[in-house]
């Protein structure tokens, strides 16, 4: 379906259904040092230096993360996620499934994710304000996949020899991979943040504020890593992406065009904001007067979600420039970029009364566009 078979495609990755209250996973001292020393690599990724530098400091992630894949596999090898039908056709494209997972599979298949991305930084011509979110994102990852604490692991220094990922792929089956590599990671934040949302909230609900507040910073650290993945997905030429990409995403290729709307774990996300927003649904004002750092942590993680939204328009732009969105209704905007503006203005101006600084000129123009 879509992309052609003969194209270099990354192996399906497979999730687990998205819930809040499970408790920290136990997966044992191996793993635990392994996943300490991965996210200790990742907080030294050199992601603002010269271009070898930095490839270096990557090779040795992925390296890192590869030897946490190893520690997971000895305890049970991966589900075969090609041989579990997709629920969608967005899954089908994007080669993501969902399964019941224990705490090793899910730690396993998203650690799997993370490495593959790994290998292929070393080669994409992402920024290094957007690697560094990507690469903070997938730290946090790994410290909620595998329990291991955040400074759990010393980096013992890059190995003698850190191979070279290369694999004497063409240009065009790296990019294709590429676009997908990076919508999987896109997948894992939105699936860990609607977790980090949902621990909150419940912590919330049972006045463990503290435990709230933890869960809410790490939410965030997951949203602001959205647009960087999709960044990540992005860094191939517009002209290829227009050429060979684009079309296999809307009908004939496939049955319905695809959009950001139908990937379940972005909706569960966005369910789980909801659910926030209904326990604390107070202003800005009045929640810094009962509890500031609340407020501030409430206000971090929806200014990282406006953001996202802003990203998406420019990112649109990059890539189709004023031309409709394949998804777009009829009676749409006159394009992408204006119909993902108009998304961006209205979540702006639902969070407007909630941060200390909103928009309340886009709330007031917002409201004006309804009554019209």
């Given amino acids: 379906m879509g992309l052609s ?21 136990a997966l044992g001292p191996r793993v635990g040092a392994e996943a300490g020393r991965a996210a200790c690599v990742l907080a030294g990724v050199a992601t603002h230096a010269g271009p070898a530098e930095r490839a270096r400091t990557l090779r040795h992630a992925a390296a890192a993360t590869g030897r946490l894949v190893a520690a997971l596999s000895d305890q049970a090898p991966a589900v075969a996620g090609e041989e579990l039908p997709a629920e969608s056709v967005s899954q089908s494209f994007f080669r993501v499934r969902e399964e019941e ?5 899910a730690a396993l298949h998203g650690t799997l994710v993370i490495h593959r991305a790994l290998e292929d930084l070393c080669e994409a011509p992402l920024s290094g304000g957007d690697l560094a979110l990507e690469l903070t994102g997938m730290r946090q990852a790994l410290v909620d996949l595998t329990g291991a604490g955040p400074g759990s692991g010393r980096d013992s220094g890059p190995a003698a020899t850190v191979p070279d990922p290369g694999t004497g792929a063409s240009l065009e089956e790296a990019w294709t991979a590429r676009w997908l590599i990076g919508h999987q990671v896109h997948v894992l934040f939105n699936v860990c943040a609607a977790v980090a949302v949902a621990d909150a909230t419940g912590h919330l609900r049972h006045g463990d504020r503290d435990s709230a507040l933890l869960r809410l910073s790490d939410a965030t650290v997951y949203v602001r890593g959205f647009p960087a993945a999709m960044t990540h997905a992005s860094t191939i030429p517009a002209e290829y992406y227009r050429a060979s990409v684009r079309h296999t995403m809307a009908p004939p290729s496939v049955d319905i065009p695809l959009s950001g709307r139908q990937h379940r774990g972005y909706k569960l996300f966005r369910a789980a904001m909801r659910d926030l927003l209904a326990v604390v649904p107070d202003s800005y004002e009045q929640l810094a ?4 750092e609340l407020a501030e942590t409430r206000g971090a993680l929806l200014e990282a979600d406006i953001v996202d939204g802003e990203r998406h328009v420019t990112l649109a732009y990059s890539m189709v420039h004023l031309d409709r969105s394949i998804a777009q209704n009829p009676e749409g905007p006159d394009n992408a970029v204006a119909e993902l503006r108009l998304m961006r203005h209205r979540r702006a101006a639902q969070y407007s009364s909630l941060i200390r600084f909103g928009d309340h000129y886009i709330a007031d123009a917002v409201a004006g566009l309804r009554h019209k």
Avoid: C, N
Wanted: hydrophobic content about 35%.
């Fill in 101 to 105: 997972l224990s705490d090793q599979q």
């Fill in 5 to 25: 078979t003969v194209a270099g495609h990354p192996a399906v990755a497979v999730f687990r259904e998205p819930r809040g209250g499970r408790s920290a996973p």
């Fill in 289 to 292: 007067a009962r509890d500031p």
